[in-house]
């Protein structure tokens, strides 16, 4: 054991692998709290590194009470009343609702490379200017966009798609160039016309890996949506969280990170689930 | 009655262009079963994509019924080595597909009738699937749950579904062991009978084409700078034994193998 250890051949046992899997979370939870309460002994006013029940604190009063701008609620308001009057709530469905807007407008970006792909006239009149548009850096393009959009909702949902597009389509594209010819060859010999080639043959076989690529970018859009939330915004989570970063709310913060965390994992782990469900002929190279 | 007429085509690639194929003159009949041989690389592949309509020819033309076809179309059938089959439907979807595709279109899916003409496909396609040795719990199976074998029997279901004239087949068998082969062979003869298509099947295995073709045609290049030609054009007898078998399968090897080689070798043998 000692000597198959860190080989190339080794198997960790199912004990191993979920001790040492851990073993990261663990000791950077460990060191947190071990900086936490030394700073705290040195400096009981410390708020760059909360403890535990003041963050807890913190995600509570962010959860249950209204934010700063709004007003109180009555205090026999029910649990309900409180949750979905919290700054927590207001700041996630902010947030989630450019979320999806800007998901949605994937999809037109999705159809535009497989047509791309699969029509030489297409893929000639918008390829060039893709690749070249995929290069300029999105958040270059901010000033201009908060002229030409207005620095409200907009503006935000733009720079997340000219962030992200480019690379979609030219993932579609990618994808549709990848199905084997003899596939929209026999679709011909069976009758199909170019519509049903393109919509029937093609994009069914690239959607799941259209799914895993948009799965991918999740993490690109949410950086877009963060940044156009944190220099313009006046709700969402990460206005909050550069709002709160004035006055070192650390308290609110670090959950506010982990929740963010948390709602990315589920999307994604929704859209893993469902392109397995959706595709049951899908194996994953 | 010719089906196919291939007039005087050549086909050049690349630049410098090099011919692959040289003034090709074919009569083929209704009903034929051709096979087309030849070495690796002696353009045997491109002779079916110029029928099927997937190349066009640098001179002369390809006529199927008297007309020129610029594209691929459902008055020919094919069957590729791989990739035949569509991986995101069932076997019977597969083997519907084309029935499908040709009724109705995307809008089409939403009417009651498709419902009801769906049904009919099916029970043709039940049909089809007993025919070529599957059962019917296969039905629901993916392409990627099926042997190799399988997966070339429904994609000869699949295209013999529209009753296509022409069946174009390229090394449809070539990727399948031996057993499995001769079983295909069986088949294919089998369904050539009874559906009377014409059938373009293109192979580098002389055996295969001696025990299937009703014309074995024979592509080779003269010199290797010149493009394929004709080498032999033979009329398959019809009731051929073993001794013979293996006399025409050696005498079609050496003339794919082309004459200067061939005279260079005898020497060596005597």
Known sequence: ?285 | MTLIRIDNVSIAYGNPPRTVLDEIDLHIDEGEFICLVGQTGCGKSTLLRLVLGSEQPSQGRVLIDGREHKRPDSTRGYVPQKYSLFPDKTVLDNITFGCEVSEFGLLGLLTPRYYQRRAEFRAQAYGYLRRIGLTESDAKKYPDQLSGGMQQRVAIAQALMTKPRILLMDEAFSALDPGTRKGMQRLIRQLWRDTGTTVLFVTHNMHEALFLGTRVIVLAKETPEHGSRVALDLAVPEHCGDEEAALLTHRLESISEGSAEMEAATPAIS
């Open chain 1, 1 to 285: 054991m000692a000597t198959a250890f860190l080989q190339i051949h080794s198997k960790p046992s199912r004990i191993s692998t979920l001790t040492i899997s851990y073993f990261l979370f663990a000791a950077g939870i460990a060191a947190y709290f071990y900086t936490a309460a030394q700073r705290h002994r040195d400096n009981p006013e410390e708020r760059v590194t909360p403890t535990l029940q003041q963050m807890a604190q913190g995600f509570y009063d962010a959860a249950l009470k209204p934010a700063e701008e709004d007003a109180d609620l009555a205090d026999n308001a029910t649990l309900s009343q409180r949750i979905f009057g919290s700054m927590l709530w207001k700041d996630t469905k902010a947030t989630s609702r450019r979320f999806a807007l800007s998901m949605l407008l994937l999809l037109p970006a999705v159809i535009l490379g497989m047509h791309m792909g699969l029509f030489p006239y297409v893929g000639v009149f918008f390829l060039r200017f893709v690749l070249f548009f995929d290069k300029i850096v999105a958040l270059s393009l901010l000033p201009i966009l908060f002229i030409a959009f207005g620095i409200d909702e907009l503006s935000k949902i733009m720079l997340i798609v000219i962030g992200v597009t480019p690379t979609i389509i030219l993932d579609a594209f990618n994808l549709t160039k990848g199905v084997p010819p003899e596939q929209v060859v026999k679709a011909f010999t069976l009758g199909a016309n170019d519509f049903d080639v393109a919509y029937r043959v093609v994009l069914k076989q690239i959607w799941p890996r259209v799914l895993n690529s948009i799965r991918l970018n999740l993490k690109a859009v949410m950086l877009f949506l963060f940044a156009g939330e944190m220099i313009a915004s006046t709700d969402g989570l990460a206005y909050r969280i550069a709002l709160l970063r004035r006055h070192m709310g650390m308290d609110v913060i670090i959950p506010y990170v982990l929740w963010v965390a948390l709602l990315l994992f589920l999307v994604d782990l929704a859209m893993r689930m469902a392109n397995r469900w959706l595709h049951p002929w899908f194996r994953e190279a």
